[in-house]
Antibody, heavy 121, light 113 residues
Framework: QVQLQESGPGLVKPSETLSLTCTVS????????WSWIRQSPGKGLEWIGY???????NYYPSLKSRVTISLDTSKNQFSLKLNSVTAADTAVYYC???????????????WGKGITVTVSS | DIVMTQSPDSLAVSLGERATINCKSS????????????LAWYQQRPGQPPNLLIY???TRESGVPDRFSGSGSGTDFTLTISSLQAEDVAVYYC?????????FGPGTKVDIK
C-alpha cells in the first residue's frame, strides 16, 4: 500500500524559502503525477502544482513565480520549494498522488498526513 | 480557472437521515472525448488529510461505504450520504481535475443534528 510522508521545517522566516519533501513508500514514484496542496488555517484546499515522473510540471498561476516542484526517483521522493514566503503562506502542506494520465484521471487517491508550516520571524 | 462552488456551507442531519451536498463548476468538466466528468469528492475529518470518496463524479473509491454516492454531469453535481453515521461528521470538498489549475470547492461542513 502506497504511503506518503511530508518532511521539512515547521517554521520559516518571512522572505526565506520553504522547502518540503514527500517520501513515497510502498510503491514506485514512476508512472504517476504527484501534487502539493495546502490548507491555510480554517480555510479550504488550494492546489499548488504537480510533477509527473517524467519531470514535467504544472503550477498554480498565482504561485508560479515562486514555486518549484522537483523529483528524485532514486530516493522515491518529490519536493516543494516556495520562495519569498510571507505570513500568507502559513498552512498545512499536503503531498498527494494525482493519477496517471487523462484517461485514468488526476483525482488524488493517496495523501500524506500533512505538515504544518508557519511563516514567522 | 474553473471556479467550484458548493451549497450549503454547512448542514446538520439526524443520524440515519440523508445528507445532500451540491457542487457547481463555472464551466463543464465533462470530456467529449471519453464522456467522463472530471470531478472528485473528498471527505476531511477534523485533524486529518482529505480522503478520496468519489471520482469520475460517481465512481466510489475502493473501501468507501456504499451509503456515499455521487451524481451529476457537466456543471452540476451532488454528493449524497444516504444514512448519516457519526463517523461521517466532516467537511466535504468537490474538486475538478478537468483542467489546470485543479480547483476545489470551499467545502461543506456536515454535523449531527
Amino acid at each position: 500500500q502506497v504511503q506518503l510522508q511530508e518532511s521539512g521545517p515547521g517554521l520559516v522566516k518571512p522572505s526565506e524559502t520553504l522547502s518540503l519533501t514527500c517520501t513515497v513508500s510502498g510503491g514506485s514514484i514512476s508512472s504517476f503525477y504527484w501534487s502539493w496542496i495546502r490548507q491555510s488555517p480554517g480555510k479550504g484546499l488550494e492546489w499548488i502544482g504537480y510533477i509527473h515522473y517524467s519531470g514535467s510540471t504544472n503550477y498554480y498561476p498565482s504561485l508560479k513565480s515562486r514555486v518549484t516542484i522537483s523529483l528524485d526517483t532514486s530516493k522515491n521522493q518529490f519536493s516543494l520549494k516556495l520562495n519569498s514566503v510571507t505570513a500568507a503562506d502559513t498552512a498545512v502542506y499536503y503531498c498527494a498522488r494525482a493519477g496517471q494520465n487523462w484517461n485514468y484521471g488526476y483525482h488524488m487517491d493517496v495523501w500524506g498526513k500533512g505538515i504544518t508550516v508557519t511563516v514567522s520571524s | 480557472d474553473i471556479v467550484m462552488t458548493q451549497s450549503p456551507d454547512s448542514l446538520a442531519v439526524s443520524l440515519g437521515e440523508r445528507a445532500t451536498i451540491n457542487c457547481k463548476s463555472s464551466q463543464s468538466v465533462l470530456s467529449s472525448s471519453n464522456n467522463k466528468n472530471y470531478l472528485a469528492w473528498y471527505q476531511q475529518r477534523p485533524g486529518q488529510p482529505p480522503n478520496l470518496l468519489i471520482y469520475w463524479a460517481s465512481t466510489r473509491e475502493s473501501g468507501v461505504p456504499d451509503r456515499f454516492s455521487g451524481s451529476g454531469s457537466g456543471t452540476d453535481f451532488t454528493l449524497t450520504i444516504s444514512s448519516l453515521q457519526a463517523e461521517d461528521v466532516a467537511v466535504y470538498y468537490c474538486q475538478q481535475y478537468y483542467s489546470t489549475p485543479f480547483t476545489f470547492g470551499p467545502g461543506t461542513k456536515v454535523d449531527i443534528k
